[in-house]
T-cell receptor, first 112, second 111 residues
Framework: DGGITQSPKYLFRKEGQNVTLSCEQNLNHDAMYWYRQDPGQGLRLIYYSQIVNDFQKGDIAEGYSVSREKKESFPLTVTSAQKNPTAFYLC???????????FGPGTRLTVT | GDSVTQMEGPVTLSEEAFLTINCTYTATGYPSLFWYVQYPGEGLQLLLKATKADDKGSNKGFEATYRKETTSFHLEKGSVQVSDSAVYFCALTFTAQKLVFGQGTRLTINP
C-alpha cells in the first residue's frame, strides 16, 4: 500500500527542547511539504523540497529546520526558537510539476 | 497576494439536506482549485479539483464548478449523510509548490 506515514501521532515536549517529526512516503514522489494547522485556520506552508538535498522556505519557516537526504524522507525539526510550536503538523508529497498533493495523517505536537 | 475565503462555520444540517459551502478566491490569473476534506484526527484527503474555468469537479456525490466570472468554487451535495461530517478546505495553486488554503468550514450532519 502506497502512502505517507507520519510518526508519532501525538508528541509532547517541554518548552526549550528541539523535537523532530518524521515523514516518510513510498509513492516515489519527488516533492515533499510540511504544513502547520492551527485551530480555525487553514494550513500554512513551512518548508518544501522538490528534490533530494534541496529545500525552500515557505511562509512560516522561522523556528523550523528540515533535511532531505533521501527521496522518501523529509523530517521536520521544531526548534526552541519557534515561539508557538503547539499545533497539528501535516506532511504532503506530490509528483513534480503536478498540482495535486497527497497528505499524511499528521502529528499533533504539544509543547508545555 | 493570492487568497481563499470560505463561508464561516460551523455548518449543521440534517441528514439528506442539500449542502452548499461557499468558496471565493483572489488571484492574478487562473489557478487550479481544490476541495480537501479532513475527518476528525486525520490528514487531508483530496475531494475534487478543477484546473480551468468552467470545469466541474465531482467525487462521492460532491460537485464544484470553477466560475472565473465570480472567482468562485462552491462545494455542493444534493443529500448529505452523517459520514460527511468533517472539515472542508478550499484551496488554490498556480504551481505545484504552493497551495493556498481557506480557513476551513466545519460541517456536522445530524441523523
Amino acid at each position: 500500500d502506497g502512502g505517507i506515514t507520519q510518526s508519532p501521532k501525538y508528541l509532547f515536549r517541554k518548552e526549550g527542547q528541539n523535537v523532530t517529526l518524521s515523514c516518510e512516503q513510498n509513492l516515489n514522489h519527488d516533492a515533499m511539504y510540511w504544513y502547520r494547522q492551527d485551530p480555525g485556520q487553514g494550513l500554512r506552508l513551512i518548508y518544501y523540497s522538490q528534490i533530494v538535498n534541496d529545500f525552500q522556505k515557505g511562509d512560516i519557516a522561522e523556528g523550523y529546520s528540515v533535511s532531505r537526504e533521501k527521496k522518501e524522507s523529509f523530517p521536520l525539526t521544531v526548534t526552541s526558537a519557534q515561539k508557538n510550536p503547539t499545533a497539528f503538523y501535516l506532511c504532503a508529497s506530490s509528483i513534480n510539476r503536478e498540482v495535486e498533493q497527497y497528505f499524511g495523517p499528521g502529528t499533533r505536537l504539544t509543547v508545555t | 497576494g493570492d487568497s481563499v475565503t470560505q463561508m464561516e462555520g460551523p455548518v449543521t444540517l440534517s441528514e439528506e439536506a442539500f449542502l452548499t459551502i461557499n468558496c471565493t478566491y483572489t488571484a492574478t490569473g487562473y489557478p487550479s482549485l481544490f476541495w480537501y476534506v479532513q475527518y476528525p484526527g486525520e490528514g487531508l484527503q483530496l475531494l475534487l479539483k478543477a484546473t480551468k474555468a468552467d470545469d466541474k469537479g465531482s467525487n462521492k456525490g460532491f460537485e464544484a464548478t470553477y466560475r472565473k466570472e465570480t472567482t468562485s468554487f462552491h462545494l455542493e451535495k444534493g443529500s448529505v449523510q452523517v459520514s460527511d461530517s468533517a472539515v472542508y478546505f478550499c484551496a488554490l495553486t498556480f504551481t505545484a509548490q504552493k497551495l493556498v488554503f481557506g480557513q476551513g468550514t466545519r460541517l456536522t450532519i445530524n441523523p
